[in-house]
């Protein structure tokens, strides 16, 4: 065997392992998404690559809504700190966030360290308790100003705006997200920031 067949095999074996582990993942998660009262997994997808894997899930709540999570993976899990949502009730987002530098994204964090986690005041440890706080969560939400209008944020740590829209979102690898970047690019440049490091 060449080298060079040598190097192909290591990485298509590699990618084959990574796949393996990638969908039984995503199932065990699915698996134990099922298992809760009063919920049904509406769809399970996920990125992966190399270096990557995110799982995201749409769950519809009986007699309530619908709420989208983002980063279920075990390499990307950091509840409570973290959960990351991308929809709540039909209700969608835009995050312009800069904590020296800019990012843009299409969520917001309800976890300890997040600026909605900060203003609904509750530790989510599972997905269950963001679940059982559906309610909580949605009025909080529907706390802020929406679209057209955009919320502040500035924190010691951090400076952002959250754009929030009474739309669906679709369901697709977050990758995806990134078409229409410039866009909302140069919309944040329009932005007051009081740091001086955001644009």
């Known amino acids: 065997m060449t080298l060079v067949g040598l190097v192909a ?3 298509i074996a590699f ?3 990574q796949n393996t582990f990638y969908v039984k993942e995503l199932n ?3 698996k134990e998404l099922n298992q809760l009262e009063n919920i049904e997994v509406v769809n399970i997808w996920g990125h992966e690559d190399m270096t990557m894997t995110q799982i995201s ?3 519809k709540i009986e007699n309530k809504g619908e709420i989208v999570l983002y980063g279920l993976s075990k390499d990307s899990f950091n509840y409570p ?3 990351i949502m991308t929809e709540i009730g039909g209700y969608t987002f835009t995050s312009f966030f800069c904590n020296g530098r800019m990012s843009i994204g299409q969520s917001i964090d309800i976890g300890q360290h997040g600026e909605l986690g900060e203003l609904i005041n509750m530790e989510f440890k ?3 308790d963001v679940v059982d706080n559906y309610d909580l969560i ?3 939400v529907k706390t802020l100003k929406m679209s057209p209008e955009i919320n502040h944020f500035d924190t010691k740590k951090s400076e952002s705006y959250l754009l929030i829209k009474n739309k669906k979102s679709i369901d697709q690898d977050p990758l995806f997200n990134l078409v229409g970047i410039e866009k909302k690019a140069e919309f944040a440049r329009t932005l007051q920031w009081n740091n001086p490091n955001c644009y």
């Open 15 to 17: 990618i084959i392992y």
């Open 28 to 30: 065990q998660i699915k």
């Open 126 to 128: 599972t997905v269950k």
């Open 57 to 59: 899930v749409r769950l």
């Open 81 to 83: 700190k973290k959960v």
């Open 9 to 11: 095999f290591v990485i």
């Open 138 to 140: 949605l009025e909080s």
